[in-house]
């Protein structure tokens, strides 16, 4: 067992070290990657980056913090405005496909787009802050063309409070890892503490989705989502 503690250390801290030297641009391209298509969770970036500031002597690097939030900041930022981007342009050929329906759903592009007509800018801030809401909001605001100022302010102000906060997370996990002296079990608990969060993240957004099914909530008529689609029929046989 300290044999294989001792290779486990070995690979992790040559990880840790890979991560020190590209943390910040592997942070900001993954959640452009994210932000244009993968639709990866958050948590599973930012909790892991804040742990990633825990020195081994227990304490916060703060600068590197600051340089692993504002890659976070500006990786979320460049992605979400990319998505925004394709829904804006290819927005009635991606409410076609397949794919998009399947992960946001039309009764909940119905509902939100209530929302975005009721509140604008205010309901994209708030979706930021609810659990499965974030995507399809960002999601209408490009298919109903709301304006790039809006946009911009309202995701530079929601990151600049979501991210620090998921990161300050990861911090309090590494600090409580820090109490095991096997770096191998340190993480482990790294891993279950991320999945744990976003686990909790999903089960948040499936009550949010269970209530909802329950009650009548506002929705606009399917009227918005079948122009949508006669328009990609129009396109495709202008072709």
Do not use: N
Not at 64 to 87: H, P, Q, T
Not at 155 to 161: A, L, R, Y
Request: glycine share 10%; with cysteine.
């Amino acid at each position: 067992m300290p044999e294989a503690d001792a290779a486990s250390g070995g690979l992790l801290r040559e990880a840790g070290a890979w991560l020190a030297g590209h943390g910040a641009l592997a942070i900001f391209t993954a959640f452009v990657l994210c932000g244009i298509g993968l639709h990866l969770s958050e948590d599973f970036i930012l909790i892991p980056a804040g742990i990633g500031t825990v020195t081994a002597a227990g304490t916060v690097d703060w600068p590197l913090f600051a340089e692993y939030g504002v890659a976070a900041w500006a990786g979320i930022i460049v992605g979400d405005i990319g998505w925004v981007w394709m829904c804006r342009h290819f927005g009635a050929r991606l409410i076609g496909s397949r794919r998009v329906l399947k992960l946001i759903g039309p009764r909940t592009l119905l509902e939100v787009k209530w929302q975005m007509d009721q509140r604008g800018a205010i309901a994209l801030l708030i979706a930021r802050f609810i659990p499965g809401a974030r995507t399809p909001m960002i999601t209408v605001s490009g298919l109903m063309h709301l304006s790039w100022w809006k946009i911009l302010l309202v995701e530079m102000c929601g990151v600049s409070i979501s991210a620090p906060a998921q990161m300050l997370i990861g911090v309090g996990v590494a600090k409580l890892g820090q109490q095991f002296e096997s770096e191998a079990h340190r993480w482990m608990l790294y891993i279950a503490a991320t999945l744990a969060v976003a686990a909790l993240m999903f089960g948040i957004h499936l009550v949010i989705v269970r209530r909802a099914k329950g009650k009548d909530t506002p929705r606009v008529s399917v009227k918005w989502l079948d122009e949508l689609r006669r328009s990609v029929a129009r396109s495709a046989r202008t072709r």
